[in-house]
């Protein structure tokens, strides 16, 4: 397992936006083997830009491991999902330009519930459209990913599937679109801090372990939350050593995602984090 960061870590869609380039001096600094790139957080789409992230990831010695990307395929207008579909494609050749070998994915979530912050405090639950169901949901999600499919393999980069609320709130949700379209070119983010237990169709705001471990072997990246100074939308107390473990009874071998999540200042919550991330992966 390697240890990398988000550049998420240092803006979370607040003020302006820290600068790539300057995440990656900080991952260097940190020694950190890469970093992920979060695609609104790049400050162009220009060729000139690519080519100076790429330059400068490979002289601060670092990979780019991943382009985190936003769409939402939960669309009843099929003509709203091809947009989706085609913003997708469009990163997915952003992702080829920069060397990425992987994009994260999201399902796309009903929108019923239309604050970002209120759908936190309700744990990610959210009712359908009305006159619409789940299982109308995840075959456009299915039908949208595997429209793709043929882009992701042909440019060679792996669809990294989130478990990102909405449809992926959850490892059997998740796990419904990956094995029905069984690729090698779609597989799981394990994003450890977005998997909660429900019950009865409450969330227990609790790191749900056992759906961790039926999405460890799906897993070609791992997001690691963290909380120093309290979580922006919540706080979870996460034991990364049964996570370790977890991940170990797999042999997963890719990167550890450090998305640090609190309102500590990321320049002393984010090097917290990666001493946290280490000690408790053995890194």
């Not at 056992?210 to 070609?220: K, R, Y």
Request: with cysteine; proline share 4%.
């Amino acid at each position: 397992m390697r240890l990398g960061v988000s550049t998420y870590s240092y803006w979370h869609f607040r003020g302006e936006r820290y600068p790539v380039e300057k995440v990656m001096e900080q991952a260097a600094n940190l020694g950190l083997a890469g970093v992920e790139i979060l695609h609104m957080q790049m400050e162009s789409e220009e060729p000139v830009y690519l080519r100076e992230l790429k330059r400068t990831a490979f002289s601060l010695g670092l990979d780019i491991y991943c382009l985190a990307i936003h769409q939402d395929f939960v669309q009843p207008d099929p003509e709203e999902r091809k947009r989706h579909i085609d913003h997708t494609k469009h990163c997915l050749q952003i992702a080829y330009e920069l060397g990425i070998p992987a994009i994260r994915l999201n399902s796309g979530r009903w929108k019923t519930v239309p604050s970002f912050d209120e759908l936190m405090k309700r744990g990610g639950i959210e009712p359908p459209i009305e006159g619409y169901t789940e299982a109308d949901a995840f075959g456009w999600v299915i039908g949208a990913i595997e429209n793709c499919l043929p882009d992701a393999e042909r440019y060679g980069i792996v669809l990294a599937l989130e478990n990102h609320w909405g449809l992926t709130a959850t490892a059997e949700g998740t796990l419904k679109i990956v094995n029905s379209l069984n690729s090698q070119w779609l597989k799981v983010c394990l994003d450890i801090g977005n998997l909660l237990r429900y019950e009865n169709g409450q969330v227990l705001w609790e790191p749900d372990y056992e759906g961790m471990a039926q999405l460890a072997s799906h897993a070609i990246l791992v997001h690691a939350k963290t909380y120093f100074g309290g979580g922006e939308w919540y706080t979870l107390d996460i034991d990364y050593r049964r996570v370790g473990e977890i991940l170990r009874q797999v042999n997963y071998q890719g990167y550890i995602s450090l998305e640090y999540e609190g309102k500590e200042d990321p320049q002393t919550g984010v090097p917290k984090s990666i001493d946290l991330l280490r000690e408790a992966f053995k890194l």
